[in-house]
């Protein structure tokens, strides 16, 4: 098939080269025409995972136009934060029934929606619309290392198009009908690996990681069924396999930045010296705002918050925290 994959960052390009692998035709937007010329010239992106040639398969260009040209599906991954944009830019050259699988992380400020609410307020037609999620780190999934993803939908049919689309022999998939359960999932496991690297950053050990990690999960599925998900989604890739791979990787921006944030590092300092966006910075207070509409307490979410946007103390948030009255470990 002809793929438009829109996004050149690193997971754009992880998920470009495995459709190649996959036998497809690719077409990759890019921002910067310096990485089309790398794509194009190469067979590398010169700004991400730079030391691992592309499928021969791939093209890259500027032009949403040219990249959306007779495409059989369409590929995002752009940052959450300009979903809506993209989507409001790509509306007139995609077709009305042309399958969309979106796999950015997060939850948009002021609406509270999710990706593919955002997606289906901007294009319509929500039944061809899916979700990709899982514990991918692109730096192994582009040099082909056994690795799992769940596609979610409303449709049957449209989670078992991508689901067939992006299946290798490496990369496995799954399909799903709880797509809010999944986009949740996605967007919270970035706020509690920031909470873990932090941990880490402070010099606290392997229990406090598995404390945060666990009770996050608990603070996931109460977001997740409040938000009309299943908590068994939690469960599974998208939920408890993502938060084990982002909380405990090397590759984890998000782990990595809250390492460095105990250290004194800033976001922006972060965002300049990796080119990375780091989406838990982002969904901690998208979540946070998300989970005053529900009613969902989420004490986590609300430090790594505090942290990063209220000028809170990190290690006087931590012990806040910990001194909160105590309860049932199921409630």
């Known amino acids: 098939m002809d793929v438009a994959v829109i996004g050149a960052g690193s997971w754009g390009t992880a ?7 996959a036998g497809h035709d690719v077409r990759i937007w890019a921002r ?26 791939i093209r890259a260009t500027s032009s949403y136009e040219a990249a959306l040209a007779g495409a059989d599906a369409a ?25 969309v699988v979106i796999c950015s992380k ?18 319509g037609n929500r039944a061809r619309i899916a979700a990709l999620t899982g514990p991918n780190h692109a730096e192994e999934v582009v040099r082909g290392i056994a690795s799992g993803t ?15 689309l992006f299946a290798t022999e490496t990369f496995r998939t799954y399909v799903s009908d709880d797509i809010v359960g999944a986009e949740v999932c996605a967007a919270f496991k970035n706020v509690i690996a920031i909470a873990v690297g932090a941990s880490y950053g402070f010099g606290l050990g392997d229990n406090t990681a598995a404390l945060i990690m666990t009770r996050g999960l608990a603070e996931m599925s109460r977001l997740v069924e409040a938000c009309g998900g299943h908590a068994m989604t939690c469960m599974g890739l998208a939920g408890v396999g993502d938060l084990i791979a982002t909380c ?11 390492y460095r944030m105990a250290q004194g590092t800033t976001l922006e300092q972060y965002r300049e010296e990796t080119h990375m966006v780091v989406e838990g910075a982002l969904a901690c207070k998208t979540l946070g705002a998300l989970a005053e509409m529900r009613g969902v307490e989420l004490p986590i979410t609300a430090m790594v918050r505090a942290v990063l946007w209220e000028g809170a103390d990190p290690q006087e948030a931590a012990s806040a925290l910990f001194d909160r009255s105590l309860k049932p470990e199921f409630y």
Do not use: M, W
């Open 75 to 99: 590929v995002i991954v752009t940052p959450s934060s300009v979903l809506r944009q993209v989507a409001r830019d790509i509306a007139p050259f995609i077709g009305t029934d042309t399958p």
């Open 248 to 258: 405990t990787s090397e590759h984890s921006r998000n782990r990595t930045f809250g």
């Open 32 to 57: 910067k025409e310096e990485v089309c010329a790398g794509i194009n010239e190469t067979g590398r992106n010169p700004r991400y995972l730079s030391d691992c040639p592309l499928s021969g398969r």
């Open 15 to 21: 998920l470009a080269h495995v459709l190649g692998a």
């Open 150 to 164: 769940v596609v979610a939908s409303n449709d049957r049919d449209t989670a078992r198009f991508f689901q067939q």
């Open 106 to 123: 997060g939850v948009e400020a002021g609406t509270g929606e999710l990706p593919v609410e955002v997606f289906s307020d901007e294009l």
